[in-house]
T-cell receptor, first 117, second 122 residues
Framework: AQKITQTQPGMFVQEKEAVTLDCTYD???????LFWYKQPSSGEMIFLIY??????QNATEGRYSLNFQKARKSANLVISASQLGDSAMYFC??????????????FGTGTRLQVTL | GAVVSQHPSWVICKSGTSVKIECRSL??????MFWYRQFPKQSLMLMAT?????????EQGVEKDKFLINHASLTLSTLTVTSAHPEDSSFYIC??????????????????FGPGTRLTVL
């Protein structure tokens, strides 16, 4: 079974609108971290936001927020007030285990977001 | 802070040659670095985990004799693609795990990515 599932290969959003990118995960480890990265055409991986499995509140970073629904095992990224510069590939990733262990990141297949005028 | 560099940013080589890619953590120490490969329009696939002072751990299906990893110091890991072939053409990205941020067992982001190296084998 896939550990990270992103079901939207592509999404369009109009400038200034909000958009939600879906991510579901699968793990039996009670300790895990969920990440979202942005990859523009240049290829660099830009860290956006992090949610720990024990965090009580949804993570927020500026225009990015993570809708964490633990029981549903979903960690959707919400981008508010979309900008043209938000057009990129977005990856959801999971690290199983806490930091301090040699845990690696597992990535989803990504969602390509296109922001239109 | 938490900057990771990769060199070169792109390389073109002939089939059969070897190519070395460097990954450096510029302002932090990293006992662990990760090497990923990304084919066009695909996700990042972990190739190996590089541990300072010890042998790398390779993921299933990755040939360790073809992709040599050396993690000689707390700030440098190298990936050498030996006897490269056109099918090795890909985007290679490293990430480095901050030694101090990952200590203590807390749960937060402690892994930082390099800008990637685009390898083209002719």
């Amino acid at each position: 079974a896939q550990k990270i599932t992103q079901t939207q290969p592509g999404m369009f959003v109009q400038e200034k609108e909000a958009v939600t990118l879906d991510c579901t995960y699968d793990t039996s480890d009670p300790s895990y971290g969920l990440f979202w990265y942005k990859q523009p055409s240049s290829g660099e991986m830009i860290f956006l936001i992090y949610q720990g499995s024990y965090d009580q509140q949804n993570a927020t970073e500026g225009r990015y927020s993570l809708n964490f629904q633990k029981a549903r095992k979903s960690a959707n990224l919400v981008i508010s007030a979309s900008q043209l510069g938000d057009s990129a590939m977005y990856f959801c990733a999971m690290r199983e285990g806490l930091t301090g262990t040699a845990s690696k990141l597992t990535f989803g297949t990504g969602t390509r977001l296109q922001v239109t005028l | 802070g938490a900057v990771v560099s990769q060199h070169p940013s792109w390389v073109i080589c002939k089939s059969g040659t070897s190519v070395k890619i460097e990954c450096r953590s510029l302002d932090f120490q990293a006992t662990t670095m990760f090497w990923y490969r990304q084919f066009p329009k695909q996700s990042l696939m972990l190739m190996a985990t590089s541990n300072e002072g010890s042998k790398a751990t390779y993921e299933q299906g990755v040939e360790k004799d073809k992709f040599l990893i050396n993690h000689a110091s707390l700030t440098l890991s190298t990936l050498t693609v030996t006897s490269a072939h056109p099918e090795d053409s890909s985007f290679y990205i490293c990430s480095a795990r901050d030694l101090w941020r990952s200590a203590g067992g807390s749960s937060y982001n402690e892994q930082f990515f390099g800008p990637g190296t685009r390898l083209t084998v002719l």
